[in-house]
């Protein structure tokens, strides 16, 4: 399938590596114009470097901090420099730190919030002029299957990806007049270090070993295994394309059959 983004600009937040990266390779094979970010410097130019000898494609690098809103609007206003236009988004952001409700202060349900609901809030109205200007574009937020699901230990991340997706489904709807399809991608037992880390901080309380919580989870999913960030990068590139064009306010699961929800 031609995904038609050869030479479009898109920008992927927290594309270091796991499911940011996944995404960017994927527009990247494709021929888009990849501009990737994440917080450590040499984790994202490591990426770019991986990205630009397995692709060929032209790929910018920075330095950002979701939870930080002047460093969201610097990023954006590098890429607007480098490219004059940005036809596509990627929200996404680290997780926050699982645990249960009386674990958790009033200052770590702040950074919560800041993190994973302002930073899409942020980073979708950054982009909105230059995508407005250029006639449409594409968002696609990152969340959870928890937004489905509900997942044990992870309540600042069930919370806030959950107002993520309704702010999706609520712009899918006020953008449309703007041609921006505005869609959400929700990631089940996918092999990253996030999930590597949940896994492993699981085995430790049991007192087992992660490989055992790993095949514990693969039991329950129909597929059999964990998926490949390849996999779900596949699937965002084909959201944020015109190959998508009349998909809008979707959330899509890429678990391998595990949610059991109809909906």
Request: no cysteine; charged share 15%; net charge negative.
């Given at each position: 399938m031609d995904l038609q983004i050869e030479g479009k600009v898109f920008m992927v937040a927290a594309a270091s590596k796991g499911l940011g990266f996944g995404i960017a390779l994927e527009l990247a094979l494709n021929g888009a114009v990849v501009c990737i970010a994440s917080r450590t410097k040499?984790?994202?130019?490591?990426?770019?470097?991986k990205l630009r000898n397995e692709t060929g494609a032209t790929i910018l690098a920075s330095v950002f901090d979701a939870a930080n809103a002047k460093?969201?609007?610097s990023w954006i206003t590098e890429v607007e420099t480098a490219f004059e236009r940005i036809d596509g988004l990627v929200v996404n952001a680290g997780g926050p730190p699982p645990g249960n409700f009386d674990d958790f202060t009033d200052e770590q349900w702040h950074i919560g919030f800041n993190l994973t609901l302002m930073s899409a809030v942020r980073l979708i109205r950054g982009v909105l002029p230059a995508m407005r200007?250029?006639?449409?574009?594409?968002?696609?937020?990152v969340t959870s299957m928890s937004v489905k699901e509900p997942i044990q230990r992870l309540l600042l991340s069930n919370v806030f990806r959950?107002?993520?997706t309704s702010l999706v489904k609520s712009l899918s709807v006020e953008l449309a007049k703007d041609q921006i399809r505005v869609n959400n991608l929700m990631p089940g037992r996918i092999d990253t270090d996030r999930v590597k880390s949940l896994d492993a901080g699981i085995a430790e309380k049991a007192g087992v070993k992660a490989e055992e919580i790993k095949k514990g989870f693969e039991t329950t999913i129909p597929l059999g295994r964990y998926g490949t960030i390849e996999e779900f990068g596949k699937a965002g590139a084909f959201l944020l394309s015109p190959a998508a064009s009349y998909i809008t306010g979707v959330s899509l699961a890429v678990d391998g059959g595990i949610m059991k929800t109809v909906w």
């Open positions: 040499n984790e994202i130019e490591e990426a770019a470097a460093s969201i609007q200007n250029s006639g449409g574009g594409s968002i696609l937020t959950s107002g993520v």
